[in-house]
């Protein structure tokens, strides 16, 4: 086996080291996942329980893959009559905050489809988390898979942190005028995915270009919905 490649996060604040790292994003789980059932009762005509969505490799490998950053400190922001957003973060006793936030303003995305009730620019968390790949490697930022908000949706980016290592969350925040909402403390903020960055090219073909193997687990998943159907492991952790 070879060895893993190392994905390193570093922050000043000793004790986010010690209370609230960064994790595997299998920690992380949605709620409505986690309850969900494994199995559902066949219907009329059709009597055989159904398996649901935990048996999908696809989205069980997304809720897995990467990290999660949880949300180092409780932000109340509000969207003001004026069109700007206000937050409140933890203060220091000296009265500092002791994390930050910012936005950017409209006009620096004026073009956006902007949803009804959406702050028209995006908040900006100021992440203490620095991450640190190898040479060569990239992270993704993105909102946590299927962790949907209400409130906050984060942008998806890209950042080569193998030269540069910050990763500043940015979102759209989206609320009725003059509601505060509270981000708590230990939410999951953001899905952090490394990856090793290649040249690709793609070919657009026709015909059927599947091996054996590829046309005989189509088949079983097509039929039987076999939960580990092309694999050994239904949802390897890759990621630790």
């Known amino acids: 086996m070879s060895n893993p490649i190392k994905v390193k996060f570093f922050t000043p604040f000793a004790e ?26 066949g219907t009329e005509g059709y009597h055989k329980d159904s398996r649901t969505v935990k048996s999908c490799p696809g989205i069980l490998d997304m809720l897995n893959m990467g990290y999660i950053i949880p949300l180092w400190a409780d932000y109340k922001v509000t969207r003001q009559e004026d069109g700007n957003v206000n937050w409140q973060v933890p203060s220091l006793s000296n009265g500092r905050s002791m994390y930050g936030a910012g936005i950017h303003p409209h006009d620096q995305i004026e073009s956006y489809p902007f949803e009804e009730d959406t702050y028209k620019g995006s908040f900006k968390f100021q992440n203490p988390w620095e991450v640190k790949t190898p040479k060569g490697y990239s992270c993704i930022m993105i909102h946590p898979f299927y962790n949907k908000h209400p409130n906050l949706q984060v942008l998806t980016g890209n950042v080569d942190t193998d030269y540069y290592h910050e990763l500043h969350v940015n979102s759209f925040f989206t609320a009725p005028v003059n509601k505060t909402i509270l981000f708590e403390y230990g939410m999951p903020l953001v899905q952090i995915i490394p990856y090793k960055r290649d040249e690709y090219e793609m070919e657009a073909l026709a015909g059927d270009h599947r091996t054996r193997d590829n046309i005989l687990t189509q088949f079983i998943h ?4 076999a939960p580990q159907h092309y694999r ?8 630790k």
């Open 16 to 41: 986010l080291q010690e209370t609230l790292p960064p994790v595997p994003a299998s920690k992380f789980w949605p709620e409505w996942f986690k309850n969900a059932p494994g199995t559902r009762p």
């Open 222 to 225: 097509n039929s039987i919905f």
């Open 232 to 239: 050994k492991n239904l949802s390897p952790k890759r990621y």
